[in-house]
DNA sequence: AACCCTAGTTATTGAGTAATAACTTACTTC
DNA sequence: GAAGTAAGTTATTACTCAATAACTAGGGTT
């Protein structure tokens, strides 16, 4: 195993794939905070100890990189939910990841937050297919888990988007989350849970929150 | 009454109060598409035919105005739930409020984007605390009507949220809100009104759509 | 050692953009 | 009708930013 040798300026030489990842992880702090317009490419560029240029050898435009940085965002949540429904079924599994990604807001906020900068830049006709696919690719997953049940998926998506909001404006999250908690701070008690216990097996969750695996280097050496 | 003189370029010669209107007007919509960061002055500023310096005479700087321009878009929502649940209480006001705002969607799609920008424009630390209030004025208005019951609160927020995603990404409404559709369009059952049942009269809700009143002119002679 | 491929750089351009300054035109009022 | 005030303009600045072009350097392979 060679060495990673380094550049001039000091930066450690990458493989694209293994810098790309890299761009992307800096990018979804800075675009989650920015959005499309309000973050610059040298901003990323300069997280990540690359020249700026460089970056559209890495991704065709900010278009792409964007897309890229928002897809690996859902991604996130994605492993998130299965990690979290592993062995679950029914009003358990909806419980976990509802669960989970309310801890999100104190975990990983970005990730929330890039999904609302997704969403407002899905005005721009390029980007919105693409996010609305991203979406999709959500709400199947979510979908096999609760059956389809319409009254689940919508109260399920609905919450996650308040989260969204929440995290944005950083609102407490005891303002609309809190009655749900018990003291040690877990989900106990919810609408989603009066809904989801009509389809699957009733029950106390067992949800824990696991640290989502990175969909970006399936099986990177961190 | 005096007739409305021109300048030069064809453009009418309004008072600056007027003028702060029209462009507010018109920022909704353009706000709503860009976001703060992807709206240009100067496209705003043709859009009322006005010069782009002259914007900064009407306001402060670009903060300002959209600052002024979100606080509209909210102030025009609260209105709509004032006007809906005129002589409402409980349930049926909640029921009402809940079906107005799910109408904007087709009526007026801007006033739902247009928050979501809000949100994520909160990451300036300029700009939070003003869009926290503008959050907090709407809850205290919502929270008078439900009685602060909390369940209904959250899934009160939480499918306004949800409204405002599908607007910004332009998902069919009846994915996630058309089983509670009758087949004359009205909204006739959901969670809330499980929810919101519990904390007044129940019944059927009368609820109508009110074109709400424009708050940015109170007496306006449009 | 000559070659090639890949990672990375510097220099530059051209467009867009918030904000300022200084000027002009219209209405009002005495 | 002169003077003041309020509405609006043109011209300009200082800056940011995405993207291109052209160059450099490292590490194998033959």
Redesign the pocket.
Known sequence: M?AP?S???G???????E?RTAVIRAAVAEFAKGGFNG?????IAGLV??????L??LFD???ALFLATVEYGFQRVEQTFSTVTEGLQGHEAIHAMAHAYQDLLDEDSDLLRIQLQAYVAAHDPELKPHIRKFWDSLDSLVRGITGSDPEVMTTFFARGMLCNVIAAIDLPRERYFGDFLSEDGRLVECEICEAARQIGPGGTAAGSTAAPEDPVTPGATD
């Open positions: 060679a040798s550049t001039r300026a930066t450690v030489r990458m493989s694209a794939d810098r973050t610059s490419t040298a901003t100890g690359v020249s700026q240029p460089y559209f050898r435009d900010k278009k």
